[in-house]
Structures are given as C-alpha cells and as structure tokens.
C-alpha cells in the first residue's frame, strides 16, 4: 500500500469518520491532548538528555532517569493516542506532503534509538554505579542523538500545516 493509499484509507476509515462526527470542538481538543503529550514527552527527553550530555552533574543520573522516562512514555502514548485520530480527520491533505516524510521517519529513528540506549551496558549501569568515562561518552551519543531526532520530528510535524 502507498503512502497515499494508506492516507486515503485512514480519512475513510471508521476512525477518521468518528473524529470527524464529534462536532467542532473535537479537533481542537484532541490538538490540545497532542501538544500536551508532546510537551511532556520532549520536556523529560529534554532534561534527561542534557544531563546526559554533562548538564547537572551534581544530580545523580539514577535519580533523573526514573521520572523521566516514566513521563515521556506517558507523553508519548498521549501524542500517539491523539495524532492517529487528528491525522485522521483530513489525512488525504497530506499526500505528497514532505514533511510527513520527515516527521515519522524521525520519530522511528528516536525509537530506535531509545531502544539501543536502555539496552546497553552503560544504561544498565547508571543505576548501580557511577559511570566510566567511555559509558558517559556512549550515553551522551545516545543523548545527542535523541535530541536531533526528536527535535526533527517536532519540526517535521509542526511544519506539516504549512506545505
């Protein structure tokens, strides 16, 4: 299926027709749900990744990293939970839109990374041990990484109303 099959078959689609009968205020709201998500998924990505990139240090990493992974999961769901239905309700505008073509795949990207980043040694280690100079370097990469995909995305998405 195409990029703009599949788009045409989620403005058709029973959810797309959903969104679209919930009345005026209902893209607005669930907007507001998405920009929400958003903010709280960047804004723990945000603190997380700077102090993995030196900021803080004062603050043990162990104790950053539980709240703020905890909250970006939440903002994450939250922004995909309202995106799919808001993409829904006019996903044929955004055939052959370029920044469609930015947006997903960065947030696929940031995943990716995200997974590679608590699946190795030096995250496992920041929570029983300071970490050794190379473990600091590896999770700063991760953390530049997540910025730049994350912040691509954020662009990438913001950008889509504008094409």
């Given at each position: 299926m195409s990029q703009a099959q599949f788009l045409l078959w989620l403005e058709g689609s029973g959810l797309g027709q959903f969104t679209r009968s919930l009345g005026v205020w209902s893209?607005?709201?669930?907007n507001l749900i998405h920009i929400l998500g958003i903010t709280a998924l960047f804004g723990s990505i945000l603190l997380l990744d700077l102090r993995l990139l030196?900021?803080?240090?004062?603050?043990p990493l162990a104790v950053l990293s539980g709240p703020t992974t905890f909250m970006a999961r939440i903002g994450f769901a939250l922004a995909v939970c309202s995106g799919i239905p808001m993409?829904?309700?006019?996903?044929?505008?955004?055939?052959?839109?370029?920044?469609?073509?930015?947006?997903?795949?960065a947030i696929g990207l940031a995943l990716l990374n995200v997974w590679l980043v608590h699946r190795s040694q030096a995250w496992r280690a920041h929570r029983v041990r300071e970490l050794m100079p190379r473990e600091r370097l590896r999770l700063a990469l991760g953390a530049a990484l997540s910025l730049t995909f994350w912040l691509t995305a954020i662009t990438g998405g913001r950008m889509l109303g504008y094409w």
């Open positions: 893209y607005g709201t669930i030196g900021a803080w240090r004062q603050v993409l829904s309700v006019n996903a044929g505008e955004y055939i052959g839109n370029p920044f469609l073509l930015v947006k997903f795949p």
